[in-house]
């Protein structure tokens, strides 16, 4: 059974910013996409399979604007990030209060995967969608569960949790056949 | 995001064209409990010209199919390859779905 998490460790690799390009946003649900695709043309194709990278990134970009700085035009998104053939790697800050509830996350993916384990799916009904008194019926409750798997070399928030990183590791291409 | 009915028989059929995102998604959930009201019983959603889905498509899909599934009523759920396969995938939710292969398999099925 997977054992994914999110962690908190304002000390990770991940938030290691040398080398990257550096973008900010005004809070702007509108232009979420928009401001994505500014991020998303510096990555080499290779690692553009099927908008996957470009969907993953715009939902931690909108998780900033919206639930971070509450869409608050004045409050901006800082956003650093490096792309290669082999890697992806995304940091992204809000001016928001923090996501408070990763461990209360954590302790709901954890029952959702032990539903996907079980093959229960009548209970796995309820961890279909992660819900706090603040969703809105816009909201699909379901980003951080595909972040969390797309995001394969980590999820890092610091420990006052208005910033994230994630990075993910793509497989070097084979060039060739190895003969013995 | 373009949002087409069509009917075979009692059976109603939605066909998405475009990007299922944070902007458009609430259509289809607001065009599905309308029809829920008018007493349709047996729904097809068709993903084939779906170009770009997010966790707020997702989401809209969940919503219908979990409201569907109480009220005892009939989904399913068609044509989901390329990126919207992989991003149902990321979320694990393939087998949660009620799903066909093709329009017309849903509706033998159905």
């Not at chain 1, 080398?19 to 695709?37: A, H, M």
């Not at chain 1, 420990?159 to 990183?165: D, H, W």
């Given at each position: 059974m997977s054992n994914k998490m999110i962690i908190i460790d304002d000390k990770s690799n991940i938030f290691n910013t040398d080398?990257?390009?550096?973008?900010?946003?005004?809070?702007?649900?509108?232009?979420?996409?928009?401001?994505?695709?500014l991020i998303v043309q510096k990555a080499p194709p290779e690692i553009k399979e099927l908008n996957l990278l470009e969907q993953q990134i715009s939902e931690l970009i909108k998780n900033a604007v919206k639930h971070g700085n509450k869409c608050d035009l004045n409050k901006k998104v800082k956003i650093w990030y490096f792309f290669s053939k082999e890697e992806a790697r995304?940091?992204?800050?809000?001016e928001g209060k923090g996501f408070l509830k990763i461990r209360e996350w954590n302790e709901f993916n954890k029952k959702r995967l032990q539903c996907l384990h079980e093959e229960n799916f009548e209970e796995l009904g309820n961890y279909v969608s992660y819900r706090t008194p603040e969703s809105d019926d816009r909201d699909g409750g379901n980003a951080m569960f595909a972040a969390l798997e797309y995001w394969n070399n980590g999820l890092v928030?610091?420990?006052?949790?208005?910033?994230?990183?994630?990075?993910?590791?793509?497989?070097?291409?084979?060039?060739?056949?190895?003969?013995? | 995001m373009e949002l087409k009915i069509r009917k075979s028989s009692n059976i109603?059929?939605?066909d998405i064209q475009g990007e299922m995102?944070?902007?458009?998604?609430?259509?289809?959930?607001?065009?599905?409990?309308?029809?829920?009201?008018k007493k349709v019983t047996k729904f097809i959603i068709n993903l084939d010209k779906v170009e770009y889905i997010d966790s707020s498509g997702i989401g809209a899909l969940i919503y219908i199919c979990s409201t569907i599934k109480k009220m005892n009523l009939q989904l399913l759920?068609?044509?989901?390859?390329?990126?919207?396969?992989?991003?149902?995938?990321?979320?694990?939710?393939?087998?949660?779905?009620?799903m066909a292969a093709t329009v017309n398999d849903a509706i033998k099925n159905l």
């Open positions: 080398g990257c390009f550096y973008k900010e946003f005004p809070s702007d649900l509108r232009q979420v996409r928009y401001f994505t695709l995304i940091i992204v800050e809000d928030f610091t420990e006052k949790a208005n910033k994230i990183g994630v990075s993910k590791k793509f497989p070097k291409n084979q060039r060739g056949i190895d003969i013995n | 109603y059929i939605i995102d944070l902007y458009n998604s609430y259509k289809l959930k607001d065009l599905v409990m309308k029809m829920l009201e759920v068609t044509n989901v390859h390329g990126s919207v396969k992989k991003v149902i995938e990321l979320t694990k939710l393939m087998g949660y779905f009620p």
